[in-house]
Nanobody, 120 residues
């Protein structure tokens, strides 16, 4: 079994910062990539940021320059540093991991989501 546990969400004012964490645990052989997605009410889930095992990153245009994804190689934990938050960043943020688990084929796993609300 593989589990992704997210933390760090909450309520912040516009211009504030949050750091999300996602820890992967279980029968993991290797992690190929980890990332963050978000879904706002009435909208489709969208990619926020992603990082591969080789260190390549990509970001949604809406968060470039404000969000930074890092981590996971040392402790199977990925972080999303979110700065200069805007009300439109309000969404449920989901951790995603592309994992080769023990005795399992490579597949995506998802966290339960953590709420980020940006409001004054």
């Amino acid at each position: 079994q593989v589990q992704l546990v997210e933390s760090g969400g909450g309520l912040v004012q516009p211009g504030g910062s949050l750091r999300l964490s996602c820890a992967a645990s279980g029968s993991i052989f290797s992690i190929n990539a980890m990332g963050w997605y978000r879904q706002a009410p009435g909208k489709q889930r969208e990619l926020v940021a992603r990082i591969t095992s080789g260190g390549s990153t990509n970001y949604a245009d809406s968060v470039k320059g404000r969000f930074t994804i890092s981590g996971f190689h040392a402790d199977n934990t990925v972080y999303l540093q979110m700065d200069s938050l805007k009300p439109e960043d309000t969404a449920v943020y989901y951790c995603n991991a592309d994992i080769s688990a023990l005795l399992r084929p490579r597949e995506d796993y998802w966290g339960q989501g953590t709420q980020v609300t940006v409001s004054s």
